[in-house]
Structure formats: structure tokens, C-alpha cells
């Protein structure tokens, strides 16, 4: 088992709610609780807010389970959304498709005890 130390949240530049929000969704990534059917990094808020509308609602990608586990990790405007946060959220600027739960674990993890998400360190960039 990984071991399961993070920087504080004060440190990730976050609150210690979102942070918390942010391991649960880790736990559920690393212990296979999400099915895989239910994680999609290959569109953010599906097509209404690319188009500028209402985010889809559902949980998919990093953000839409910690939106899932935390309704107060709201709002989902990506302006209002911490800069920590972006690559993480958007590790190629606006998606990623075909990232898989594990590398998307992996980033998390790399977040949460560093600060970045270093989505090169998953595999996930080489696509």
C-alpha cells in the first residue's frame, strides 16, 4: 500500500475542504471504486460547456468526482477554479482523452504530496 502523506493544504495553495474532497477522490481512484465506465478525462463538462452553457452535472473526470464527493468544491467555472488546480484539471490545457483512473491517480497523488500534478510522470503525455 502507497503510503498516504500530503502537504498541508495551506501548502497546495487550497482548502483543507477541497483538499479533502481531492483524497477521497483519490482513494476511490487507487481503490478501483469508480467504475470505469463512470471516469472520462476526454471532455470537461461535456458539449453545453464547451459551447459556453451549464456544466453536464456528472461526475467523470478529477473535477466532476470531487464535485460529486464535495458540492461545495463549486464553482465550476474554470476561471474561478484555483491555478493549482488547472493542470491538474486540464492536463493538456482543456482534456485529456484516453487518460486511464490509474494515471489519473497518479497525478492526484503527485498533487497532493508535491504540488503539481506532473502528468508526464503517469504516462499519460505520451499519447
Not at 56 to 78: E, K, M, N, Y
Request: proline share 8%; charged share 20%.
Amino acid at each position: 500500500m502507497l503510503a498516504r502523506t500530503f502537504k498541508e493544504a495551506k501548502n497546495l495553495r487550497i482548502s483543507e475542504q477541497r483538499k479533502q474532497a481531492l483524497i477521497e477522490v483519490l482513494y476511490l481512484l487507487e481503490d478501483e471504486k469508480i467504475p470505469n465506465q463512470l471516469f472520462d478525462m476526454s471532455t470537461i463538462g461535456g458539449p453545453s460547456l464547451q459551447e459556453g452553457g451549464q456544466p453536464c452535472g456528472t461526475p467523470g473526470c478529477i473535477l466532476g468526482w470531487a464535485l460529486a464527493v464535495d458540492p461545495s468544491f463549486s464553482p465550476l467555472d474554470r476561471n474561478k477554479i484555483p491555478l493549482m488546480l488547472h493542470p491538474l484539471f486540464f492536463p493538456d490545457g482543456y482534456c485529456h482523452p484516453g487518460v486511464t483512473m490509474i494515471e489519473a491517480a497518479h497525478a492526484l497523488r503527485n498533487f497532493l504530496e508535491t504540488g503539481y500534478a506532473n502528468w508526464r510522470k503517469t504516462g499519460a503525455e505520451k499519447r
